[in-house]
């Protein structure tokens, strides 16, 4: 196997995730390691390997690469053991799982495997896309291979949803979850973000995902894996609105930002341990 990239987290960076993704001080297991249910939320399975290095570069997978124009595009996140520790020293081993040629944009899909340095158990794997505007045409396949749940796109029911989550986030969110490890400017600076055609700076989607991750575990339980398109940017200080409905051992979500209407989570799916019954 080849090198991988170590990462050591601790209670802090577990809580200061939390707080990135919106935890309320009230939120007890969630900000006081004092806790007896201190816990990490599942979706913090995308932290470990964030800056993990890849056996490759953008530039390389597709032409005109350019930092400024890549947005998050979807996520698959699986948790593959639990409870998950609230400290640890990972290592995380990612590499190439396809590129996609969308034309007008270049689509690039990282798979990596988090292992416990320790103990060699795995703990997270994690499928993240990257659409790159500007970066298609270079005669690459047109569509993804099919990957299972990694690939699921799931059609919320006819009816009305199950349960309604609606969430504020604050004009200081993406200034407090960029600590958590995701240091593109793009969600600081505006001098950057106005370059990829946004005049403020957006949200980081890992951070409306850990939102709505939140909103279906509070509301329904631990689940196994999740899977997200990012359809619509986030800017800090919006109302986010996630939609579930619960089809058996799945929770189809999906997350609207309540000031435009417009979805910025769609086809979104996950499946529950236990069916759901281990709370938070
Ligand atoms: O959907 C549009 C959009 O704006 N989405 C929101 C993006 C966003 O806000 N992301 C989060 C913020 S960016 C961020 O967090 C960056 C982070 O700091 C770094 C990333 C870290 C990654 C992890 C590393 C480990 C947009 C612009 C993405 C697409 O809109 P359009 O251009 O209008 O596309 P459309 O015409 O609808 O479709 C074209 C083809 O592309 C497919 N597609 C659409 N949205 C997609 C997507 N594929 C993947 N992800 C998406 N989000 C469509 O299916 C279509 O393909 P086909 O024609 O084959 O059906």
Redesign the pocket.
């Known amino acids: 196997q080849a090198e991988g990239t170590d990462f050591a987290y601790d209670e802090r960076d577990v809580i200061l995730y939390n707080l990135g993704v919106g935890a309320k001080r009230t939120d007890l297991p969630l900000v006081f390691e004092n806790d007896d249910n201190f816990q990490a939320l599942p979706t913090f399975g995308?932290i470990p390997?964030?800056?993990?290095t890849?056996p490759f570069s953008l530039s390389e997978l597709v032409p005109n690469f350019s930092p400024m124009m890549?947005?998050?595009?979807?996520?698959y996140l699986e948790i593959r053991s639990f409870p998950i520790p609230t400290e640890a020293v990972t290592t995380s081993y990612?590499k190439l799982v396809e590129v996609?040629d969308?034309?007008?944009?270049g689509?690039v899909v990282?798979g990596?495997t988090t292992k416990d340095k320790k103990t060699g158990k795995e703990l997270f794997y994690?499928e993240?896309?990257?659409?790159i505007?500007g970066s298609g045409g270079f005669g690459g396949a047109?569509?993804g291979t099919d990957r299972g749940a990694a690939t699921t796109v799931y059609k919320p029911p006819k009816r009305a949803p199950d349960t309604i989550v609606e969430e504020a986030t604050t004009e200081e969110q993406a200034a407090i979850y960029r600590l958590s490890g995701?240091r593109?400017p793009?969600?600081i600076d505006s001098e950057f973000s106005k370059v990829g055609g946004f005049k403020t700076p957006?949200?980081?989607?890992?951070?409306?995902f850990g939102i709505a991750g939140k909103a279906v575990v509070q509301s329904y339980g631990m689940f196994r894996n999740i899977k997200v398109?990012?359809?619509?940017?986030?800017l800090p200080g919006q109302t986010l609105v996630t939609e579930m409905w619960k089809e058996g051992n799945v929770v189809i979500f999906q997350t609207k930002v309540k000031e435009t209407g417009k979805l910025?989570i769609?086809g979104a799916g996950a499946e529950l341990v236990d069916g759901g019954k281990s709370k938070l």
């Open positions: 995308v390997t964030f800056n993990a890849a890549l947005l998050h595009g979807e996520q990612p996609v969308k034309g007008n944009a689509i990282t990596s994690n993240s896309t990257v659409f505007r047109k569509k995701d593109n793009l969600h957006i949200l980081h989607g890992l951070c409306f398109r990012f359809a619509g940017i986030v910025c769609a």
